[in-house]
């Protein structure tokens, strides 16, 4: 049973076969937008690398603010490269592989390593029986409890704000992605290995040009950036108020992306730099819908714009949602914990 306070566009509107048929619509590619979205994106962040280098021997703050700048853009690289690894970017299978190499140099992501454990979220997104991969790390209240004190201290570690958007960033990015997962398929154990390598070239190259300490600066100050930012999207993407978490039988699928996927309503701006992977919902409804045709999906049934909106200001409440609560069926936070310790004390 879903949460009460979150009412069900699924059950609510069309079947499965009738929202199939409509993002059908929008799941053709269109090559003139890729193109140009590849021209303002990856053109306009190799643009800010070469401001970079020419205002390093002029003033550090006008290289910071470019850093800085770089990182949203890198935000959007990301998303290329994440459409890219769903097949929905281009229509040749070939030049999403080739483009979503390129972009996973730029954003130091393995290409087909990361496809294949992004699909493994994809499909089990929302179903507690299968946490674990691609996703964030949430325990229920029940298993927080049961838990060691060393793995409620890892837990709270994990979660907190300064690690989970300035620490794991930098090492998802620079450490983790360099490591092949242990259930990986020779093809995307290699898809590290080739990664590295061209990460390795790409390093040293940047550095004869820039010098080895001025390009190291810049590199972690533009995956900070976008690092911090891309893991605050997805965090808010799968971790907020009336969410849906079920297991087993009781999961479904529908349901799992118009409910446990949020739509976070950012400004104008925002959502162009994140590539409208605001619409969550409709992306986890449908993979194969291009960044570029998110939106227009949305507008286009009165089903995906029942999803209340979660807008910028809204969304900082989740900082404060930790556990979820399998009776419930709500995320609470961390004083949840005290007042079930009251309650199981007054009834000694």
Not at 69 to 82: E, K, M, Q, S, T
Not at 87 to 101: E, M, P, Y
Not at 249 to 265: C, I, N, P, R, V
């Amino acid at each position: 049973m879903a949460n009460a306070n979150n009412s069900s566009p699924a059950a609510a509107g069309p079947g499965v076969q009738d929202w199939k048929e409509i993002v059908a619509r929008f799941s053709q590619p269109s090559t003139p937008r890729a193109v140009w979205q590849l021209v303002n994106t990856v053109g306009s962040y190799a643009v800010l690398w070469y401001l970079m280098y020419l205002s390093i021997a002029v003033s550090w703050w006008l290289t910071i603010p470019l850093a800085i700048l770089a990182g949203g853009f890198l935000v959007r690289v990301f998303i290329i490269f994440h459409d890219c690894g769903h097949g929905s970017f281009l229509k040749s299978r070939r030049a999403n592989d080739i483009i979503g190499f390129i972009t996973g140099m730029l954003t130091l992501t393995p290409y087909y390593h990361w496809r294949w454990e992004h699909a493994i979220h994809h499909n089990t997104s929302g179903d507690l029986d299968r946490r674990g991969v691609g996703d964030i790390w949430t325990m229920t209240v029940q298993e927080y409890l049961e838990a060691s004190r060393w793995r409620r201290f890892a837990y709270r570690l994990a979660r907190n704000p300064v690690v989970l958007f300035g620490i794991a960033p930098l090492y998802l990015f620079g450490v983790w992605q360099r490591i092949p997962a242990k259930k990986a398929s020779p093809r995307e154990r290699n898809s590290v290995h080739w990664m590295n390598l061209a990460l390795l070239l790409k390093v040293l190259v940047l550095s004869w040009i820039f010098g080895f300490g001025h390009y190291l600066i810049l590199q972690v100050l533009v995956m900070s950036v976008a690092g911090g930012a891309g893991v605050w999207m997805f965090y808010v993407q799968h971790q907020f108020e009336g969410v849906y978490w079920e297991r087993g039988e009781a999961w479904d699928y529908t349901t799992a992306a118009l409910q446990g996927s949020s739509f976070y309503k950012l400004p104008r701006v925002l959502q162009w730099f994140t590539g409208n992977i605001g619409f969550h919902h409709i992306h986890h409804l449908s993979a194969r819908i291009p960044n570029y045709n998110l939106e227009r999906c949305h507008r286009s049934h009165p089903m995906f714009q029942a999803v209340k909106p979660i807008t910028l200001p809204a969304s900082f409440k989740s900082f404060s949602l930790r556990l979820w609560d399998e009776q419930r069926k709500v995320l609470v936070g961390y004083g949840h914990l005290r007042q079930l310790r009251r309650q199981a004390a007054g009834r000694r």
